[in-house]
């Protein structure tokens, strides 16, 4: 098998190509960036060639592709990439929305990766361990609608922003200051500020607008009622969602948890606490969602309205992780953790 990964050099791509190895230790590799040059792709010494040997009458074929750039350049070269007959999974934007690509979530909608499904869109890295917890949720008590409130790490930006926020830190914490008078209160050092790209005339942002609508999407709940409020927080890696959900019935929050405990890809937390329920425990449990302090919300005393916490690593479980189990649908995978059949 020969797997092509786009933008391989970036945090999604190299934990792709990481995961790839695992779960396809036979395959060979053409590895793409902007430029060629020698790299350590994931802690390997690799050749990465210029992506756009692919627009040449020498591109090569393969079978698998994973997209890890940017919406424009994800435009270009998915198209490019099909007619060269590889399948693409692809990690931006641009497809996701289209009423003709799927948008699949491994553990919740995956079926719909068939054989002669040719592109996938890999959702935003929030609404992945969104829907593998409202997704078992809502098959046991029918879900009428949820609102988030998301804590979204700096890594969820790209690299260049990530090495930025890490050198930036390093220099605020060496001279810390009780309020930080030379930090920039727009910046990420020290700060929470509003995930604002791309705000529209309804007032949302785009991450606010991926998390509603992909949600509906991947549930296959098309007038699902939601809301989403999404910031930025000093933190390098792993997202954390508040969600408030409300269902047809009255809901045990006890019986919920049994549900969430048996859910594919998901660690339940038991009890309200939600001890050990953060991105740094998530980054080491990276291919799960850490679901817990479920009770219910006091506003609604028909008792059909859950809180709950979920965080994630948006580099793997939100992103890489799901990619490749998603592909496991069409070579199977070596690494039961990286297959969807591998799912309790
Ligand atoms: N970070 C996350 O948590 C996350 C989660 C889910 C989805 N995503 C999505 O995944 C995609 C990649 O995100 P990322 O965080 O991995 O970004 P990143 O770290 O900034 O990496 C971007 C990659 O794109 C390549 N690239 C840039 N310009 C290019 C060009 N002109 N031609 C070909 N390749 C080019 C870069 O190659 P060079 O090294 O040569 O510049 C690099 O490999 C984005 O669509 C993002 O929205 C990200």
């Known amino acids: 098998m020969h ?3 786009l933008g391989a050099t970036g945090l999604v791509g190299q934990e792709t190509f990481a995961l790839c190895r695992r779960a396809f230790p036979s395959a060979d590799y053409t590895l793409l960036a902007s430029r060629g040059r020698e790299a350590e792709i994931a802690g390997e010494p690799r050749r990465v060639e210029a992506a756009s040997i692919l627009d040449g009458p020498d591109a090569p074929r393969g079978d698998l592709a994973f997209v890890a750039l940017d919406d424009e350049h994800s435009k270009r070269y998915v198209p490019r990439l099909l007619e060269l007959g590889y399948r693409v999974v692809d990690k931006s934007n641009t497809y996701r929305m289209d009423p003709n690509v799927v948008l699949g979530v491994a553990g919740v909608n995956d079926d719909l990766v068939t054989d002669d499904v040719r592109l996938v869109a890999n959702p935003n890295c929030t609404t992945i361990p969104v829907t593998l917890a409202l997704g078992p949720l809502d098959a046991a008590f029918g879900l009428g609608g949820f609102a988030a409130a998301t804590y979204q790490a700096i890594s969820g930006a790209g690299q ?18 009780l309020l930080d008078e030379g930090l920039d ?16 005339a309804s007032g949302f942002s785009s991450e606010e607008r991926k998390l509603m609508f992909e949600s509906r999407k991947i549930l296959r709940r098309p007038e699902l009622a939601t809301s989403a409020q999404c910031c930025r927080v000093p933190v390098a890696v792993g997202h954390y969602v508040q969600l408030w959900a409300t269902f047809a019935r009255p ?21 309200p606490e939600g001890d050990g329920l953060s991105p740094l425990a998530a980054v080491r449990d990276r291919d799960r969602a850490l679901v817990g302090r479920l009770r219910h919300d006091p506003r609604d005393p028909s008792g059909r309205t859950l ?22 649908r069409w070579a199977p995978s070596s690494d039961p953790d990286l297959a969807v059949f591998g799912a309790p």
Not at 308 to 325: E, F, I, M, S
């Open 160 to 177: 260049a922003t990530l090495d930025a926020f890490l050198a930036g830190s390093g220099e605020a914490y060496e001279a810390p200051s």
């Open 185 to 200: 209160p727009k910046g990420y050092v020290a700060n929470v500020v509003p995930h604002n790209g791309k705000t529209d």
């Open 251 to 271: 809901v045990d929050p006890g019986v919920a948890g049994d549900v969430l405990a048996k859910a594919p890809f998901v660690r339940f937390v038991e009890g």
């Open 3 to 5: 797997i092509c990964i």
């Open 307 to 328: 809180c709950l916490t979920v965080v994630a690593d948006n580099l793997r479980l939100g992103a890489a992780t799901n990619a490749v189990r998603l592909a496991s």
